[in-house]
């Protein structure tokens, strides 16, 4: 609060992002307006509040999750969700295991000579069995689904006893990142690999994790960074293709392609739309929507007056769709982030009533 008043003389307009993160850009005396942020918060990069030099007013719930206390709290739930799910496969290794001793016997007297099997009363009895009986029983274990009913309950109590981010929540860590990036100028291939600024290394992102930093990209109306992102995760769906080590991905590349190639026609890059729409259909030949996308495309490239169809040589941002984006497009960007290793910087406001967070 002290800090607060003792800044709030130097502050001529005051501009509060609406996101799911708290950032403030400021007009001190006149100069460039630049933006205030704590960065790089529990391995998660993500822009955070400065929360002494605005108003005070209650949060919402969704802008919470920027302040380092809420991301702390998240992995009490993530770990209690780890001890669920370990939970639940244990049951379903015990139901498996039952399963396999059920097929054992069936698997063994299918090695054998059929007459061995079929003269002895015995063998016949218990091949008769097998194929009855035992096939019921077989049948009904697999049909169980108290485990995951268990596991969906289990799940839904601890929403009520721990804290989870909403989907609001995943939207704004998303829009933190991009905005990160565009702020301090950072690669997305280093991004993705971990590397923040030259510092490495936070948590590697994968396919799945490219795909939907570009998905709710998309979302936002943010074709600029969906391309971005969705390149990136084309090269990750490569390397895991080339490196079978990897676990699989329940992203495919025609998934990738779709969002990519919408974006890339968003962006005024027809042709390069209208290629990569192609290399949708080779993939899923059946897509409801890529023939009619190419016919769209090439109807619009016709149309344009001097338009040569080739792909221009950088992606730009575009700073003309909302006036949020020209506020931001007009922030300074600082060259490196300021490193703090010996102090750990926490915000709290305070308001007379119950503290929020």
Known sequence: KSLRNLLAPAFTEFHEEPHSFFSVSVT??????????????????????????????PARSDELFTAQIELEAVFSSQSAVVEAVEIYLAKERAR?????????????????????????PISAFLLVKSLTVDLDDLLSITQQKQNADELARTIEV????????????????????TRLQDTYLLDTGAMARGEVD?????????????????????NTGDHYHTILWMNEALVKADEAKRNSS???????????????????????EIARAISLTKQLLELDPGHPRAKGNIGHYEKLLDDRRGEDGRQSDQLKQDCSNNSQDKIWCKLIQVKRFIHFESFSFVCFAFTGHTRMY
């Open 28 to 57: 001190i005396r006149g100069k460039t307006p630049v933006i205030i942020m704590l960065a790089k918060v529990s391995n998660i990069v993500i822009l955070c509040l400065c929360y002494l030099l605005i108003p005070l007013r």
């Open 96 to 120: 498996l295991n039952e399963i396999k001793k059920i097929l054992l016997p069936l698997d063994e007297r299918s090695r054998k000579d059929s007459f061995q099997v079929v003269s002895n």
């Open 158 to 177: 601890l929403k009520t006893t721990h804290r989870f981010p909403s989907k609001e929540d995943l939207s704004g860590a998303a829009v933190a990142i």
């Open 198 to 218: 030259g510092h490495c290394c936070t948590n590697e992102l994968d396919v799945d994790d490219c795909f939907e930093l570009g998905r709710q990209s998309y």
């Open 246 to 268: 990897r676990s699989s991905s329940g992203v495919t590349e025609a998934d990738i392609l779709e969002y990519l190639a919408f974006s890339t026609y968003s962006k005024g």
